[in-house]
T-cell receptor, first 114, second 113 residues
Framework: QKEVEQDPGPLSVPEGAIVSLNCTYSNSAFQYFMWYRQYSRKGPELLMYTYSSGNKEDGRFTAQVDKSSKYISLFIRDSQPSDSATYLCAMRGPGGTSYGKLTFGQGTILTVHP | DAGVTQSPTHLIKTRGQQVTLRCSPKSGHDTVSWYQQALGQGPQFIFQYYEEEERQRGNFPDRFSGHQFPNYSSELNVNALLLGDSALYLC????????????FGPGTRLTVT
């Protein structure tokens, strides 16, 4: 079983829709949670960063973390064709032995059509 | 403000050869991490360098080695290339060893034939 599970999709939605992207994880030590967006043949771009449980909002993006369920989500409101990309969840444990290692999900391919 | 840069962009090598990939971190960052991303997969952590030392290593063989220079730039070396080493190699930079937010470069696409 992978430490981080993410449905690869693909997910196709009409412009203006609310998009929900999700990841589940098995390692209860994970404390830092991130969402990255990756356009084709490009490097991942950091979208959201959250620590522990709760919600964080940034413009059209909202990240949610539920540590009790080991479940994180990214919501995109008023989706645009420019949001079409692969969305990667990533997470990390506390310091010490997990300084730099981000553990990623497989990524979900999202297409927003006009 | 320059972001993370990587070179070369693309590389084609033959099985058994050796390759060196280069990374310059984002201005002000001192920590570099390397990841391998196979097609259709999420990035896999190779190792991290801080203060010119390897601080943490993922599940990769010793054929994968690295170096960090005093100016914080870094190299990834892969020896005895295998077909399975074909992937996008990503460099991420951050500030301090207590890494939280990592910023990625565009990657180097390595093809092994």
């Amino acid at each position: 079983q992978k430490e981080v599970e993410q449905d690869p999709g693909p997910l196709s939605v009409p412009e203006g829709a609310i998009v929900s992207l999700n990841c589940t994880y098995s390692n209860s030590a994970f404390q830092y949670f991130m969402w990255y967006r990756q356009y084709s043949r490009k490097g991942p771009e950091l979208l959201m960063y959250t620590y522990s449980s709760g919600n964080k909002e940034d413009g059209r993006f909202t990240a949610q973390v539920d540590k009790s369920s080991k479940y994180i989500s990214l919501f995109i409101r008023d989706s645009q064709p420019s949001d079409s990309a692969t969305y990667l969840c990533a997470m990390r444990g506390p310091g010490g032995t997990s300084y730099g290692k981000l553990t990623f999900g497989q990524g979900t391919i999202l297409t927003v059509h006009p | 403000d320059a972001g993370v840069t990587q070179s070369p962009t693309h590389l084609i090598k033959t099985r058994g050869q050796q390759v060196t990939l280069r990374c310059s971190p984002k201005s002000g960052h001192d920590t570099v991490s390397w990841y391998q991303q196979a097609l259709g997969q999420g990035p896999q952590f190779i190792f991290q360098y801080y203060e010119e030392e390897e601080r943490q290593r993922g599940n990769f063989p010793d054929r994968f080695s690295g170096h960090q220079f005093p100016n914080y730039s870094s190299e990834l070396n892969v020896n005895a290339l295998l077909l399975g080493d074909s992937a996008l190699y990503l460099c991420a930079s951050s500030l301090g060893k207590g890494v939280r937010e990592q910023y990625f470069g565009p990657g180097t696409r390595l093809t092994v034939t």
